[in-house]
């Protein structure tokens, strides 16, 4: 019997992780749009403004989750001849459209918790909602329990962002559900507006979070110091290194690239240079699986391009 190869190890594991993001972006979807279709129930019962935020927040969640969807198989998509670089910037392309429609949500809220502080207005059929926002709490929690356990198996980028937002949410739910007792019990009308502005402020912290990192890939900031630094290290790990320089880092969405300069023994045979590039290419490819990593041999004593950072 024949043992299968490491590479159809490895493509065979890339199939099966695709098959564990698509599963948990089709939850995301299914999930988010069924807390759209309660809580416009909940928010017609109630009149909540606190309720229109927890919606508003919804329709968002369901906005993200379905362009989560399409970057995740875009992401996946091999490259091809139009694309050499692969499909990834459709994440951040993706992300710039949902920070924009964020900040548009976020400020439709603020207009109308301001009117609603300005002309108080009281609440009604509070219990079901009260049932909405239980039930809202209790599928994002299955939600998140499962998107933790695909990150776990996957690593998916894409997803543990999208866990971490719906995480999030839990305790703009639980704000809803305090303002409509508040309201309820205690008629204090002020709460519904308040707690809506203040799930308005968590939304543009949000959007302003998912603009920036958006924008860094489509510019190809380079990865953090702390990820560069790591990369150095492993680079010049291998013992014939002499020196790593022009070190160039960018992310895509899910995907790294890496490129880089190796300082090698003048005197060394081109055949045994090509086997010391490959097996830092192999070292840096266990620790960023799935980068691109390009590598080219200098000798020793050669000195780096001017203006280029280490």
Same mark, same amino acid.
């Given at each position: =019997?024949?043992?299968?190869?490491?590479?159809?190890?490895?493509?065979?594991?890339?199939?099966?992780? /695709?098959?564990? =993001?698509?599963?948990?972006?089709?939850?995301?979807?299914?999930?988010?749009?069924?807390?759209?279709?309660?809580?416009?129930?909940?928010?017609?019962?109630?009149?909540?403004?606190?309720?229109?935020?927890?919606?508003?927040?919804?329709?968002?969640?369901?906005?993200?989750?379905?362009?989560? =969807?399409?970057?995740?198989?875009?992401?996946?998509?091999?490259?091809?001849?139009?694309?050499?670089? /692969?499909?990834?910037?459709?994440?951040?392309?993706?992300?710039?459209?949902?920070?924009?429609?964020?900040?548009?949500?976020?400020?439709?809220?603020?207009?109308?918790?301001?009117?609603?502080?300005? %002309?108080?207005?009281?609440?009604?059929?509070?219990?079901?909602?009260?049932?909405? =926002?239980?039930?809202?709490?209790?599928?994002?929690?299955?939600?998140?329990?499962?998107?933790?356990?695909?990150?776990?198996? %996957?690593?998916?980028?894409? +997803?543990?962002?999208?866990?971490?937002?719906?995480?999030?949410?839990?305790? %703009?739910?639980?704000?809803?559900?305090?303002?409509? +007792?508040?309201?309820?019990?205690?008629?204090?009308?002020?709460?519904?507006?308040?707690?809506?502005?203040?799930?308005?402020?968590?939304?543009?912290?949000?959007?302003?979070?998912?603009?920036?990192?958006?924008?860094?890939?489509?510019?190809?900031?380079?990865?953090?110091?702390?990820?560069?630094?790591?990369?150095?290290?492993?680079?010049?790990?291998?013992?014939?290194?002499?020196?790593?320089?022009?070190?160039?880092?960018?992310?895509? /969405?899910?995907?790294?690239?890496?490129?880089?300069?190796?300082?090698?023994?003048?005197?060394?045979?081109?055949?045994?240079?090509?086997?010391?590039?490959?097996?830092?290419?192999?070292?840096?490819?266990?620790?960023?699986? /799935?980068?691109?990593?390009?590598?080219?041999?200098?000798?020793?004593?050669?000195?780096?391009?001017?203006?280029?950072?280490?």
């Amino acid at each position: =019997m024949i043992a299968p190869s490491p590479d159809g190890d490895h493509k065979k594991s890339i199939e099966q992780s /695709g098959v564990l =993001m698509h599963r948990a972006a089709i939850a995301s979807v299914s999930v988010s749009l069924f807390l759209v279709a309660i809580k416009t129930f909940a928010y017609f019962a109630s009149h909540s403004v606190a309720m229109l935020a927890s919606l508003a927040d919804s329709a968002l969640d369901l906005f993200a989750s379905s362009l989560n =969807m399409l970057a995740i198989r875009s992401a996946l998509a091999p490259a091809d001849a139009e694309h050499r670089f /692969g499909h990834g910037k459709a994440e951040p392309l993706a992300g710039l459209a949902q920070g924009a429609f964020i900040s548009a949500s976020a400020l439709f809220l603020v207009l109308q918790a301001v009117q609603r502080i300005i %002309t108080p207005e009281p609440l009604d059929n509070s219990i079901p909602a009260l049932v909405v =926002m239980g039930i809202s709490i209790f599928v994002t929690i299955l939600l998140v329990l499962y998107q933790r356990r695909v990150v776990a198996k %996957t690593g998916s980028l894409a +997803v543990e962002a999208d866990t971490t937002h719906y995480a999030s949410d839990l305790a %703009t739910n639980l704000g809803v559900i305090v303002a409509l +007792v508040l309201v309820t019990w205690l008629d204090w009308t002020l709460a519904d507006p308040l707690i809506a502005l203040a799930v308005a402020g968590v939304m543009l912290f949000t959007a302003f979070g998912v603009g920036r990192q958006s924008f860094n890939q489509l510019m190809d900031r380079e990865l953090p110091d702390e990820e560069r630094a790591r990369i150095l290290r492993i680079a010049r790990s291998h013992p014939a290194v002499r020196d790593v320089h022009e070190l160039k880092t960018r992310a895509a /969405g899910l995907s790294t690239f890496i490129q880089l300069h190796l300082a090698l023994d003048p005197a060394m045979p081109l055949s045994q240079a090509h086997v010391i590039s490959d097996a830092v290419e192999q070292a840096l490819l266990a620790a960023y699986p /799935g980068a691109e990593v390009i590598i080219h041999q200098d000798p020793a004593g050669l000195e780096p391009l001017p203006g280029l950072p280490e």
